[in-house]
């Protein structure tokens, strides 16, 4: 376990304060650069992180960083690197490359160049199927910048998946953004939680998976590494069971719409999660009988799918009973322009973001 890997650990541009925060109670010291954030980690840490960050999209370790100013400069820096730990014999790792303001810029060639030295250094008969695929593998990401050539190896995969959505709605809140916004919001798992426009209960799901922490079930790309211990892993795994506990505030996931509370309450099945409550109920009125003290945290309409007239009037609606509820504390995520003026109520704002591309904030009204 002496080892110690460069993580880079991805996030949506403007959440990196609730990652941050995340990885620190995961035992890491992240520094926080664009994007993300870096931190030393034993095999351990990967694993950590790996299997119990919510808030993370990525999570890659650097083999390497050198000059390339031309291809002469990419193969030899190339070649330098320990790909035999990482990559199995026969292995055939997709390679993605990314350039910005290099004399190397062509990503199709920059690939095919870097799969002959990854091929001259673990290539081989011995692990290739009859179709001439080798084991699985971790992908390999290249990305020059200022002809500065980084090289990254993939070791938490898609950690977005949390393998429980199988229904959602039209436009579903992406989960490493509402684990997020659940943070932002400084609920804790004491306090009750409402969420009045649940769709697939996404936001009610990561508040109870924040509070209980449950390993992910996902076997990551790490894995998959020539260098990666079974043994071991299959010791820490053993161990590495829920390291939260159980929330004793309640959680209510609602929605105006019966499929959406019908897909919150199957989605809370499949995630092996009791705990949270659905309700079919108007957004106004589940806040106005919200439990004393509750956080509000939800994702409104943005205006995508109702009128420019209905969506104003839900919005004013939900601030007047917010208004007549000081005792909660408010957390929205919306990416409609109007939705400060139309609620009348001062907010104050506590990130930018996008989700799935469109430009969003997040927004709170502090309890009084």
């Known amino acids: 376990m002496s080892t110690k890997f460069a993580a880079f650990v991805g996030v949506a541009p403007g959440l990196e304060v609730p990652l941050l925060e995340e990885l620190r109670e995961l035992g890491a010291?992240?520094?926080q650069t664009g994007g993300g954030a870096t931190c030393w980690l034993d095999a351990e840490g990967l694993w950590r992180v790996a299997h119990y960050?919510?808030?993370a999209e990525l999570l890659r370790v650097r083999?390497?960083?050198?000059?390339?100013?031309?291809?002469?400069?990419?193969?030899?820096?190339?070649?330098k690197l320990p790909w035999r730990a990482y990559l199995k014999h026969g292995s055939a790792p997709?390679?993605?490359v990314s350039c910005k303001k290099s004399k190397l810029y062509h990503t199709s060639a920059i690939a095919e160049r870097a799969a002959k030295i990854i091929g001259g250094a673990v290539s081989g008969p011995t692990g290739r199927d009859e179709a001439g695929n080798g084991p699985p593998c971790p992908d390999v990401h290249l990305r020059l910048g200022h002809d500065l050539c980084t090289v990254r190896v993939d070791a938490g995969g898609d950690m977005h998946k949390r393998g429980w959505r199988e229904n959602q709605v039209a436009a579903p809140l992406r989960e490493t953004l509402a684990a997020a916004v659940v943070r932002l919001s400084g609920w804790t798992p004491d306090a009750p939680l409402v969420d009045p426009f649940c769709g697939s209960g996404t936001i009610p799901l990561e508040a109870l998976a924040r509070a209980l922490k449950p390993p992910s079930l996902a076997a990551p790309p790490l894995t998959t590494w020539a260098s990666h211990s079974l043994r071991a892993y299959r010791d820490w795994s053993v161990d590495a069971g829920p390291l939260g506990k159980q929330a004793t505030g309640t959680i209510w996931a609602g929605d105006n719409s019966p499929r959406a509370v019908q897909l919150a309450t199957d989605n809370a099945e499949l995630a092996g999660y009791?705990?949270?409550t659905t309700v079919l109920s108007d957004a106004a009125q589940m806040i106005?009988?919200?439990p004393e003290g509750a956080y509000v945290v939800s994702n409104p309409p943005y205006g995508k799918r109702i009128g420019a007239g209905e969506l104003a009037k839900t919005t004013s609606a939900l601030g007047a009973a917010l208004r007549g509820r000081p005792d909660i504390c408010a957390t929205f995520i919306t990416g409609w322009h109007g939705f400060q003026n139309a609620s009348g109520i001062r907010w104050k704002t506590l990130a930018k973001t996008s989700n799935r591309g469109l430009p969003v904030v997040v927004l709170q009204r502090p309890a009084s």
């Open 274 to 276: 009791g705990l949270v």
């Open 288 to 290: 106005k009988r919200a």
């Open 63 to 79: 083999l390497g960083q050198f000059e390339a100013r031309n291809w002469s400069g990419l193969e030899k820096g190339l070649s």
């Open 53 to 55: 960050a919510r808030v």
């Open 94 to 96: 997709r390679i993605r």
């Open 29 to 31: 010291k992240p520094k």
